[in-house]
């Protein structure tokens, strides 16, 4: 299964007594796929430094680093074409791209704006945390 991970969603799976922990293990035991472009590699860097400092950005790049070498479940995709789909918020189109690109079958996310993706034909549609975790469980 093919996840792209809005940046909110990364903040949380490392945040201090996460809610999110079944999601960072799902990562870090390589249970999904994750695609991510420079673009959004970009903006993890730049909130989680922001919010948490460099130290913090650095283990979690180093998780990501992990999943990739262990399982190969990161894969870099870059969109050749903008969709332009989330009109409420451009900056998240850059994940919707990579999504739609990577054939991903989730966005997951708790930003609303994301629901512009639903009834638009394409593959990747908006899931919450919970809701993916749940849906997990029953893999």
Sequence with gaps: MTVVLDTN???????????LEALKATLVTGRMEVAVSTGIWLEYEEVI???AGPAAWARVSRIFDLAAQ????????EA?????LIAADADDDKFVDCA????????VTEDGHFDALRGTGHKPQPITPAEFI??????
């Design 49 to 51: 430094g922001r919010y």
């Design 70 to 77: 262990l399982h190969g479940t990161i894969r870099h995709v």
């Design 9 to 19: 969603v990364v903040v949380q799976m490392f945040g201090a007594r996460s809610p």
């Design 80 to 84: 050749s074409f903008r969709f332009r």
């Design 134 to 139: 749940a849906r997990l469980s029953t893999l």
């Design 100 to 107: 739609i690109a990577a054939q991903a079958d989730f966005v």
